[in-house]
Protein backbone atom coordinates (compact mmCIF):
# COMPACT_ATOMS: atom_id res chain seq x y z
CA UNK A 1 0.00 0.00 0.00
CA UNK A 2 1.36 3.57 -0.75
CA UNK A 3 0.57 5.72 2.26
CA UNK A 4 -0.35 9.48 1.89
CA UNK A 5 0.47 12.75 3.54
CA UNK A 6 -3.25 14.23 2.83
CA UNK A 7 -5.50 14.69 5.06
CA UNK A 8 -9.63 14.92 4.33
CA UNK A 9 -11.17 17.64 5.26
CA UNK A 10 -14.66 17.62 7.38
CA UNK A 11 -15.84 20.04 5.12
CA UNK A 12 -15.20 17.82 1.78
CA UNK A 13 -16.25 14.80 3.35
CA UNK A 14 -19.88 16.39 4.03
CA UNK A 15 -19.74 17.63 0.80
CA UNK A 16 -19.16 14.03 -0.49
CA UNK A 17 -22.26 12.64 0.91
CA UNK A 18 -24.43 15.81 -0.25
CA UNK A 19 -23.60 15.14 -3.29
CA UNK A 20 -25.14 11.45 -3.10
CA UNK A 21 -23.83 7.98 -4.21
CA UNK A 22 -23.04 7.85 -8.12
CA UNK A 23 -20.34 6.23 -10.72
CA UNK A 24 -17.78 7.45 -8.10
CA UNK A 25 -19.10 7.65 -4.62
CA UNK A 26 -19.91 4.57 -2.11
CA UNK A 27 -20.75 4.20 1.36
CA UNK A 28 -21.05 1.27 2.84
CA UNK A 29 -22.00 0.81 7.30
CA UNK A 30 -19.18 -1.60 9.18
CA UNK A 31 -20.97 -4.67 8.73
CA UNK A 32 -20.63 -4.98 5.08
CA UNK A 33 -18.66 -7.94 4.22
CA UNK A 34 -15.00 -8.07 2.26
CA UNK A 35 -16.40 -9.44 -0.65
CA UNK A 36 -18.71 -6.23 -1.23
CA UNK A 37 -15.81 -4.00 -0.86
CA UNK A 38 -13.57 -6.29 -3.46
CA UNK A 39 -16.21 -5.82 -5.63
CA UNK A 40 -16.77 -2.19 -5.68
CA UNK A 41 -13.14 -1.22 -5.45
CA UNK A 42 -13.24 -3.41 -8.57
CA UNK A 43 -16.27 -1.69 -10.00
CA UNK A 44 -13.93 1.61 -9.85
CA UNK A 45 -10.70 0.77 -10.73
CA UNK A 46 -12.17 -0.35 -13.99
CA UNK A 47 -13.48 2.63 -14.39
CA UNK A 48 -12.78 6.32 -13.76
CA UNK A 49 -11.65 5.53 -9.76
CA UNK A 50 -13.76 7.17 -7.00
CA UNK A 51 -14.21 7.06 -3.33
CA UNK A 52 -15.41 4.69 -0.45
CA UNK A 53 -16.78 5.45 2.74
CA UNK A 54 -17.16 3.60 5.37
CA UNK A 55 -19.20 4.32 8.57
CA UNK A 56 -22.05 5.85 6.71
CA UNK A 57 -25.71 3.80 6.94
CA UNK A 58 -26.23 2.20 3.53
CA UNK A 59 -28.96 4.10 2.43
CA UNK A 60 -29.52 6.83 -0.63
CA UNK A 61 -29.81 9.31 2.48
CA UNK A 62 -26.27 9.47 4.19
CA UNK A 63 -26.86 8.82 8.05
CA UNK A 64 -23.08 8.99 9.77
CA UNK A 65 -22.96 6.05 12.13
CA UNK A 66 -18.79 6.04 12.12
CA UNK A 67 -16.75 2.75 12.64
CA UNK A 68 -16.32 0.94 16.14
CA UNK A 69 -13.23 -0.78 15.17
CA UNK A 70 -10.96 1.66 13.12
CA UNK A 71 -8.28 0.19 12.06
CA UNK A 72 -10.25 -3.29 11.21
CA UNK A 73 -12.03 -1.29 9.14
CA UNK A 74 -8.52 0.24 7.39
CA UNK A 75 -7.36 -3.45 6.70
CA UNK A 76 -10.26 -4.66 5.63
CA UNK A 77 -10.43 -2.61 2.68
CA UNK A 78 -6.39 -3.58 2.12
CA UNK A 79 -7.45 -7.06 1.96
CA UNK A 80 -10.21 -6.43 -0.12
CA UNK A 81 -7.67 -4.73 -2.76
CA UNK A 82 -5.05 -7.25 -2.70
CA UNK A 83 -7.70 -9.84 -2.83
CA UNK A 84 -7.84 -8.52 -7.04
CA UNK A 85 -6.44 -10.32 -9.95
CA UNK A 86 -4.53 -8.22 -10.19
CA UNK A 87 -4.02 -7.32 -6.51
CA UNK A 88 -5.37 -3.74 -6.59
CA UNK A 89 -2.50 -0.73 -4.99
CA UNK A 90 -4.18 2.59 -3.86
CA UNK A 91 -3.69 5.20 -1.11
CA UNK A 92 -3.71 3.92 2.29
CA UNK A 93 -7.31 4.28 3.63
CA UNK A 94 -7.76 7.51 5.87
CA UNK A 95 -9.57 7.67 9.20
CA UNK A 96 -11.47 11.20 9.73
CA UNK A 97 -13.67 12.71 11.97
CA UNK A 98 -17.35 13.63 10.95
CA UNK A 99 -19.97 14.53 13.57
CA UNK A 100 -17.69 13.62 16.30
CA UNK A 101 -17.65 9.79 14.63
CA UNK A 102 -14.85 8.39 12.75
CA UNK A 103 -15.08 7.20 9.26
CA UNK A 104 -12.76 5.72 7.30
CA UNK A 105 -12.19 6.83 3.28
CA UNK A 106 -10.36 4.88 0.61
CA UNK A 107 -9.39 6.44 -2.60
CA UNK A 108 -9.36 4.66 -6.09
CA UNK A 109 -7.12 7.09 -8.39
CA UNK A 110 -8.44 7.43 -11.83
CA UNK A 111 -6.29 5.80 -14.40
CA UNK A 112 -5.49 2.87 -13.09
CA UNK A 113 -2.65 0.41 -14.91
CA UNK A 114 -4.56 -3.25 -15.36
CA UNK A 115 -8.00 -4.13 -15.47
CA UNK A 116 -9.58 -5.81 -12.24
CA UNK A 117 -11.24 -9.12 -11.55
CA UNK A 118 -12.46 -11.32 -8.48
CA UNK A 119 -12.65 -15.11 -9.66
CA UNK A 120 -12.91 -14.68 -12.91
CA UNK A 121 -15.30 -11.89 -12.79
CA UNK A 122 -14.95 -8.33 -14.45
CA UNK A 123 -17.71 -5.62 -12.85
CA UNK A 124 -17.49 -1.69 -13.56
CA UNK A 125 -19.57 0.89 -12.24
CA UNK A 126 -22.94 2.34 -13.76
CA UNK A 127 -24.85 5.01 -11.89
CA UNK A 128 -25.05 3.12 -7.79
CA UNK A 129 -24.46 -0.54 -9.07
CA UNK A 130 -21.68 -2.67 -9.58
CA UNK A 131 -22.39 -4.60 -13.08
CA UNK A 132 -20.96 -7.28 -14.53
CA UNK A 133 -19.02 -5.64 -18.01
CA UNK A 134 -20.44 -7.24 -21.02
CA UNK A 135 -17.24 -9.05 -23.28
CA UNK A 136 -17.60 -5.48 -25.65
CA UNK A 137 -17.06 -3.36 -22.92
CA UNK A 138 -14.24 -5.90 -21.21
CA UNK A 139 -12.29 -6.15 -24.84
CA UNK A 140 -12.54 -2.29 -24.88
CA UNK A 141 -11.19 -2.10 -21.13
CA UNK A 142 -8.62 -4.28 -22.08
CA UNK A 143 -7.18 -2.39 -25.21
CA UNK A 144 -6.96 1.05 -23.02
CA UNK A 145 -5.30 -0.12 -20.47
CA UNK A 146 -2.91 -2.08 -22.71
CA UNK A 147 -3.91 -5.57 -21.40
CA UNK A 148 -4.52 -6.68 -24.95
CA UNK A 149 -3.56 -4.74 -28.71
CA UNK A 150 -5.95 -3.99 -30.99
CA UNK A 151 -2.64 -3.03 -33.23
CA UNK A 152 -1.38 -6.28 -32.64
CA UNK A 153 -4.52 -8.52 -33.47
CA UNK A 154 -4.84 -10.14 -37.06
CA UNK A 155 -6.87 -8.04 -39.56
CA UNK A 156 -10.27 -9.82 -40.22
CA UNK A 157 -9.97 -10.87 -44.09
CA UNK A 158 -7.34 -9.20 -44.61
CA UNK A 159 -4.84 -11.49 -46.76
CA UNK A 160 -1.30 -10.69 -47.72
CA UNK A 161 -2.43 -9.46 -51.26
CA UNK A 162 -4.36 -6.43 -49.20
CA UNK A 163 -0.49 -5.23 -48.50
CA UNK A 164 0.76 -2.86 -50.35
CA UNK A 165 4.32 -4.41 -50.71
CA UNK A 166 5.93 -1.53 -52.66
CA UNK A 167 5.59 0.80 -49.46
CA UNK A 168 6.95 -2.20 -47.38
CA UNK A 169 10.11 -2.35 -49.36
CA UNK A 170 10.53 1.65 -49.38
CA UNK A 171 10.62 0.99 -45.50
CA UNK A 172 12.82 -1.77 -45.23
CA UNK A 173 15.44 0.19 -47.38
CA UNK A 174 14.88 3.25 -45.18
CA UNK A 175 16.27 1.39 -41.79
CA UNK A 176 18.05 -1.63 -42.96
CA UNK A 177 21.64 -1.21 -44.41
CA UNK A 178 21.28 -4.92 -44.82
CA UNK A 179 17.80 -4.82 -47.75
CA UNK A 180 16.19 -7.08 -46.29
CA UNK A 181 15.22 -9.31 -49.29
CA UNK A 182 12.43 -11.42 -47.33
CA UNK A 183 9.87 -8.44 -46.70
CA UNK A 184 7.11 -10.57 -45.20
CA UNK A 185 9.89 -11.84 -42.79
CA UNK A 186 10.69 -8.54 -41.81
CA UNK A 187 7.21 -7.36 -41.66
CA UNK A 188 6.47 -10.20 -39.30
CA UNK A 189 9.53 -8.96 -37.08
CA UNK A 190 7.90 -5.40 -36.89
CA UNK A 191 4.59 -6.60 -35.22
CA UNK A 192 2.86 -6.16 -38.81
CA UNK A 193 1.96 -9.35 -39.59
CA UNK A 194 1.29 -12.17 -37.55
CA UNK A 195 1.11 -16.16 -37.61
CA UNK A 196 -2.35 -17.77 -38.51
CA UNK A 197 -2.56 -21.69 -38.24
CA UNK A 198 0.99 -21.82 -40.29
CA UNK A 199 0.23 -18.84 -42.60
CA UNK A 200 1.26 -15.14 -42.42
CA UNK A 201 -1.56 -12.14 -42.28
CA UNK A 202 -1.55 -8.66 -41.71
CA UNK A 203 -2.46 -7.25 -38.27
CA UNK A 204 -3.89 -4.31 -37.59
CA UNK A 205 -1.15 -2.04 -37.16
CA UNK A 206 0.16 -3.36 -40.69
CA UNK A 207 -3.06 -2.27 -42.19
CA UNK A 208 -2.84 0.76 -41.19
CA UNK A 209 0.66 1.64 -42.09
CA UNK A 210 0.35 -0.57 -45.09
CA UNK A 211 -2.51 -1.73 -46.40
CA UNK A 212 -3.77 -0.85 -50.13
CA UNK A 213 -7.34 -0.19 -48.43
CA UNK A 214 -6.66 0.61 -45.10
CA UNK A 215 -10.26 2.18 -44.61
CA UNK A 216 -12.31 -0.49 -45.79
CA UNK A 217 -10.48 -3.16 -43.10
CA UNK A 218 -9.69 -0.66 -40.09
CA UNK A 219 -12.88 1.47 -40.20
CA UNK A 220 -13.12 4.77 -38.65
CA UNK A 221 -9.08 5.27 -39.55
CA UNK A 222 -9.25 8.44 -41.55
CA UNK A 223 -9.54 12.16 -40.52
CA UNK A 224 -11.84 14.39 -41.13
CA UNK A 225 -10.37 17.87 -41.81
CA UNK A 226 -12.33 20.81 -41.86
CA UNK A 227 -11.81 24.86 -41.78
CA UNK A 228 -15.49 26.94 -40.76
CA UNK A 229 -15.51 30.36 -41.66
CA UNK A 230 -16.92 31.79 -37.73
CA UNK A 231 -16.28 30.79 -34.64
CA UNK A 232 -18.80 27.70 -34.45
CA UNK A 233 -19.81 25.15 -37.07
CA UNK A 234 -21.41 26.43 -39.86
CA UNK A 235 -23.39 25.48 -43.09
CA UNK A 236 -20.23 27.62 -44.53
CA UNK A 237 -16.97 25.69 -44.69
CA UNK A 238 -14.54 23.21 -46.48
CA UNK A 239 -14.09 19.92 -46.16
CA UNK A 240 -11.69 17.36 -46.79
CA UNK A 241 -11.59 13.62 -45.68
CA UNK A 242 -8.36 12.36 -45.31
CA UNK A 243 -7.74 8.67 -46.28
CA UNK A 244 -4.86 5.97 -47.01
CA UNK A 245 -2.51 4.67 -44.60
CA UNK A 246 -1.60 6.52 -41.74
CA UNK A 247 1.54 8.28 -43.21
CA UNK A 248 -0.38 9.30 -46.31
CA UNK A 249 -3.09 10.96 -43.81
CA UNK A 250 -0.27 12.76 -41.87
CA UNK A 251 1.35 14.15 -44.89
CA UNK A 252 -2.83 15.30 -46.10
CA UNK A 253 -3.19 16.96 -43.00
CA UNK A 254 0.18 18.87 -42.92
CA UNK A 255 -0.73 20.29 -46.30
CA UNK A 256 -4.41 20.91 -45.25
CA UNK A 257 -2.78 23.58 -42.41
CA UNK A 258 -0.67 24.58 -44.87
CA UNK A 259 -3.13 25.44 -47.09
CA UNK A 260 -6.49 26.71 -44.39
CA UNK A 261 -4.28 28.46 -41.57
CA UNK A 262 -3.71 31.79 -42.15
CA UNK A 263 -0.90 33.71 -42.02
CA UNK A 264 0.71 37.08 -40.42
CA UNK A 265 3.64 39.18 -40.83
CA UNK A 266 5.94 39.53 -37.76
CA UNK A 267 8.79 41.56 -37.31
CA UNK A 268 11.74 39.79 -35.37
CA UNK A 269 14.20 41.92 -33.16
CA UNK A 270 16.46 43.00 -36.76
CA UNK A 271 13.37 44.54 -37.86
CA UNK A 272 13.17 41.19 -40.01
CA UNK A 273 10.03 41.08 -41.56
CA UNK A 274 8.68 37.39 -41.05
CA UNK A 275 5.58 35.59 -42.36
CA UNK A 276 4.38 33.06 -39.12
CA UNK A 277 1.13 31.29 -39.32
CA UNK A 278 -1.91 31.81 -36.93
CA UNK A 279 -0.47 28.71 -34.72
CA UNK A 280 3.29 27.13 -34.84
CA UNK A 281 2.86 24.80 -37.51
CA UNK A 282 5.22 22.53 -35.84
CA UNK A 283 3.01 22.77 -32.82
CA UNK A 284 -0.56 21.85 -34.93
CA UNK A 285 1.73 19.01 -36.76
CA UNK A 286 3.13 17.46 -33.97
CA UNK A 287 -0.81 17.33 -32.03
CA UNK A 288 -1.82 15.63 -35.56
CA UNK A 289 0.94 13.14 -35.73
CA UNK A 290 -0.13 12.36 -31.81
CA UNK A 291 -3.51 11.76 -32.75
CA UNK A 292 -2.66 9.57 -35.20
CA UNK A 293 0.01 7.39 -33.23
CA UNK A 294 -1.47 7.20 -30.01
CA UNK A 295 -6.07 7.31 -30.82
CA UNK A 296 -8.17 4.29 -30.32
CA UNK A 297 -8.50 2.45 -33.38
CA UNK A 298 -10.78 -0.28 -31.73
CA UNK A 299 -13.53 2.57 -32.02
CA UNK A 300 -14.66 2.40 -35.75
CA UNK A 301 -17.58 4.61 -35.26
CA UNK A 302 -15.50 8.06 -35.81
CA UNK A 303 -12.40 9.08 -36.79
CA UNK A 304 -10.14 11.88 -35.91
CA UNK A 305 -11.44 15.35 -36.57
CA UNK A 306 -8.71 18.32 -36.97
CA UNK A 307 -11.57 21.49 -37.57
CA UNK A 308 -9.94 25.01 -37.66
CA UNK A 309 -12.18 27.96 -36.38
CA UNK A 310 -11.82 31.62 -36.61
CA UNK A 311 -10.59 31.64 -33.18
CA UNK A 312 -9.30 28.23 -32.60
CA UNK A 313 -8.28 24.96 -34.09
CA UNK A 314 -9.42 21.23 -32.38
CA UNK A 315 -8.48 18.25 -32.16
CA UNK A 316 -10.48 15.06 -31.53
CA UNK A 317 -9.56 11.67 -31.24
CA UNK A 318 -11.07 8.73 -30.22
CA UNK A 319 -10.70 7.00 -27.21
CA UNK A 320 -10.17 7.96 -23.85
CA UNK A 321 -6.35 8.70 -22.67
CA UNK A 322 -4.05 5.27 -22.75
CA UNK A 323 -3.08 3.35 -19.42
CA UNK A 324 -2.22 5.70 -16.90
CA UNK A 325 -1.98 8.97 -18.53
CA UNK A 326 -4.36 11.56 -17.33
CA UNK A 327 -5.38 14.99 -18.04
CA UNK A 328 -3.43 15.92 -14.55
CA UNK A 329 -0.23 14.07 -15.75
CA UNK A 330 -0.31 14.25 -19.28
CA UNK A 331 2.70 16.84 -19.55
CA UNK A 332 5.00 13.83 -17.77
CA UNK A 333 3.38 10.65 -18.15
CA UNK A 334 4.74 8.47 -21.01
CA UNK A 335 2.37 5.43 -22.52
CA UNK A 336 2.09 4.10 -25.84
CA UNK A 337 -1.39 2.60 -26.86
CA UNK A 338 0.16 1.65 -30.34
CA UNK A 339 4.00 0.61 -29.57
CA UNK A 340 4.28 -0.71 -32.99
CA UNK A 341 2.65 2.16 -34.81
CA UNK A 342 4.28 4.75 -32.75
CA UNK A 343 8.29 2.82 -33.56
CA UNK A 344 7.40 2.65 -37.01
CA UNK A 345 6.19 6.17 -37.44
CA UNK A 346 9.24 6.94 -35.71
CA UNK A 347 11.38 5.22 -38.15
CA UNK A 348 9.47 6.79 -41.15
CA UNK A 349 10.65 10.48 -39.24
CA UNK A 350 7.45 10.99 -38.20
CA UNK A 351 7.61 11.41 -34.62
CA UNK A 352 10.00 10.68 -31.66
CA UNK A 353 9.66 7.75 -29.73
CA UNK A 354 10.03 8.45 -26.09
CA UNK A 355 7.45 10.90 -25.61
CA UNK A 356 4.18 12.85 -26.94
CA UNK A 357 5.27 16.26 -27.53
CA UNK A 358 3.14 17.70 -25.26
CA UNK A 359 6.06 19.90 -23.70
CA UNK A 360 7.45 21.14 -27.23
CA UNK A 361 3.47 21.79 -28.12
CA UNK A 362 3.68 24.21 -25.05
CA UNK A 363 6.60 25.71 -25.69
CA UNK A 364 5.67 26.34 -29.34
CA UNK A 365 2.48 28.11 -28.14
CA UNK A 366 4.65 30.14 -25.23
CA UNK A 367 7.21 31.28 -28.12
CA UNK A 368 4.78 32.61 -30.03
CA UNK A 369 2.72 34.18 -27.53
CA UNK A 370 -0.47 32.68 -27.87
CA UNK A 371 -2.45 30.66 -24.88
CA UNK A 372 -1.60 27.47 -23.32
CA UNK A 373 -3.25 24.74 -25.16
CA UNK A 374 -6.66 23.24 -23.45
CA UNK A 375 -6.61 19.47 -22.87
CA UNK A 376 -9.71 17.78 -22.64
CA UNK A 377 -11.60 14.53 -22.37
CA UNK A 378 -14.96 13.70 -23.73
CA UNK A 379 -17.31 11.27 -23.69
CA UNK A 380 -15.42 8.54 -25.04
CA UNK A 381 -12.65 10.57 -26.47
CA UNK A 382 -9.87 13.29 -26.12
CA UNK A 383 -9.35 16.95 -27.27
CA UNK A 384 -6.66 19.41 -27.77
CA UNK A 385 -7.96 23.04 -27.99
CA UNK A 386 -5.06 25.65 -29.32
CA UNK A 387 -6.01 29.50 -29.44
CA UNK A 388 -4.51 31.94 -31.61
CA UNK A 389 -5.09 34.85 -29.08
CA UNK A 390 -2.24 36.27 -28.01
CA UNK A 391 -1.62 36.30 -24.04
CA UNK A 392 0.33 40.07 -24.81
CA UNK A 393 0.93 42.04 -27.93
CA UNK A 394 4.45 40.34 -29.46
CA UNK A 395 3.85 40.67 -32.66
CA UNK A 396 4.69 43.86 -34.25
CA UNK A 397 1.31 44.47 -35.41
CA UNK A 398 -0.54 46.79 -33.96
CA UNK A 399 -4.65 47.10 -33.00
CA UNK A 400 -5.26 49.31 -35.65
CA UNK A 401 -3.91 47.21 -38.49
CA UNK A 402 -5.58 44.16 -37.14
CA UNK A 403 -8.78 46.03 -37.03
CA UNK A 404 -8.59 47.50 -40.65
CA UNK A 405 -8.01 44.05 -41.57
CA UNK A 406 -10.89 42.40 -39.79
CA UNK A 407 -13.17 45.56 -41.48
CA UNK A 408 -11.91 44.39 -44.80
CA UNK A 409 -12.99 41.18 -44.25
CA UNK A 410 -16.10 40.95 -42.23
CA UNK A 411 -18.09 40.87 -45.77
CA UNK A 412 -17.11 37.75 -46.09
CA UNK A 413 -17.26 36.15 -42.70
CA UNK A 414 -19.83 33.95 -43.64
CA UNK A 415 -17.85 32.72 -46.72
CA UNK A 416 -14.66 30.13 -46.34
CA UNK A 417 -11.31 31.86 -47.33
CA UNK A 418 -8.23 30.47 -46.87
CA UNK A 419 -5.26 32.71 -46.04
CA UNK A 420 -3.88 33.08 -49.42
CA UNK A 421 -7.41 34.05 -50.56
CA UNK A 422 -7.80 36.41 -47.55
CA UNK A 423 -4.23 37.78 -48.60
CA UNK A 424 -5.97 38.72 -52.18
CA UNK A 425 -8.67 40.40 -51.05
CA UNK A 426 -6.28 42.57 -48.80
CA UNK A 427 -4.06 43.04 -51.66
CA UNK A 428 -6.60 44.50 -53.97
CA UNK A 429 -7.84 47.02 -51.16
CA UNK A 430 -4.77 48.64 -50.78
CA UNK A 431 -4.85 52.14 -52.31
CA UNK A 432 -2.32 51.08 -54.73
CA UNK A 433 -3.46 48.30 -56.63
CA UNK A 434 -6.54 47.99 -58.39
CA UNK A 435 -6.15 44.32 -59.62
CA UNK A 436 -3.59 40.96 -58.86
CA UNK A 437 -2.77 38.42 -61.27
CA UNK A 438 -1.80 34.82 -60.77
CA UNK A 439 1.73 35.96 -60.78
CA UNK A 440 1.60 38.32 -58.58
CA UNK A 441 -0.66 36.47 -55.47
CA UNK A 442 1.97 33.23 -56.27
CA UNK A 443 5.11 35.95 -55.13
CA UNK A 444 2.94 36.63 -52.10
CA UNK A 445 3.37 32.62 -51.38
CA UNK A 446 6.18 31.17 -53.31
CA UNK A 447 5.90 28.03 -51.47
CA UNK A 448 2.32 27.44 -53.17
CA UNK A 449 2.20 25.57 -56.22
CA UNK A 450 0.98 27.25 -59.18
CA UNK A 451 -2.38 25.59 -59.77
CA UNK A 452 -3.49 26.02 -56.01
CA UNK A 453 -2.84 29.68 -56.84
CA UNK A 454 -5.00 29.09 -59.96
CA UNK A 455 -7.82 27.62 -58.38
CA UNK A 456 -7.80 30.04 -56.08
CA UNK A 457 -8.30 33.16 -57.78
CA UNK A 458 -10.76 31.09 -59.66
CA UNK A 459 -12.67 29.76 -56.89
CA UNK A 460 -12.99 33.81 -55.70
CA UNK A 461 -14.61 34.24 -58.95
CA UNK A 462 -17.01 31.18 -58.22
CA UNK A 463 -17.75 33.03 -55.14
CA UNK A 464 -18.95 36.11 -56.73
CA UNK A 465 -16.21 38.05 -54.69
CA UNK A 466 -13.31 38.46 -57.94
CA UNK A 467 -14.29 39.41 -61.43
CA UNK A 468 -12.02 38.03 -64.11
CA UNK A 469 -10.81 40.49 -66.62
CA UNK A 470 -8.84 40.00 -69.69
CA UNK A 471 -7.66 36.57 -71.55
CA UNK A 472 -5.03 34.18 -71.37
CA UNK A 473 -1.55 35.76 -70.31
CA UNK A 474 -2.84 38.92 -70.26
CA UNK A 475 -5.52 38.02 -67.12
CA UNK A 476 -6.12 39.24 -63.95
CA UNK A 477 -8.81 39.75 -61.01
CA UNK A 478 -10.33 42.68 -59.63
CA UNK A 479 -13.27 42.75 -56.87
CA UNK A 480 -16.44 42.50 -58.08
CA UNK A 481 -17.09 45.85 -56.86
CA UNK A 482 -14.65 47.83 -59.55
CA UNK A 483 -16.10 45.26 -62.56
CA UNK A 484 -18.19 48.20 -63.72
CA UNK A 485 -14.89 50.86 -63.19
CA UNK A 486 -12.66 48.22 -65.13
CA UNK A 487 -14.24 47.47 -67.76
CA UNK A 488 -14.74 51.82 -68.41
CA UNK A 489 -10.97 52.09 -68.13
CA UNK A 490 -10.62 49.29 -70.86
CA UNK A 491 -13.22 50.99 -73.45
CA UNK A 492 -11.11 53.96 -72.72
CA UNK A 493 -7.69 52.70 -73.51
CA UNK A 494 -9.14 51.13 -76.44
CA UNK A 495 -10.38 54.13 -77.69
Not at 171 to 198: P, T, V
Not at 245 to 264: I, N, S
Request: net charge negative; charged share 30%; glycine share 6%.
Amino acid sequence: MTETTDTIALDDVQTLLNHGRDEKLEWYDESITTDKIAHTLMAMANGYGGKLIMGIDNQDKPDVIGVKKVQESVDRIINAALSLTPSLIIPLPQATEVSDKSVVIAEIPAGMPHVYSVEGRYLHRQGTSNTAMTPRDLHRLLIQRGEISFESEITYGATLEDIHWDKVKAYARSISSNNDKDHKEFLYRRGCLADNAGSLRPTNAGMLLFGKETQRFVRGSEITAVRFAGKTMGDTFNRQDLMGTLPEQMRKAETFLVDHLRKGVTLKGTMERQEVYEYPMEAARELVVNAVAHRDYSITGDGIRLFIFQDHLEIHSAGTLPGPVTIANIKDERYSRNPVIVQILSDMGFIERLGYGVDRVLELMKSQGLREPDFSETDGGFRVVLFNQKTEDTDGSTEEDTDEKSLILSPFADIPLNPRQEEAILYLNRPDKTRITNSELQRLFPEVHAETIRRDLADLVTKEILSKMGQKRGSYYVLKRDENLESKDNTEDNA
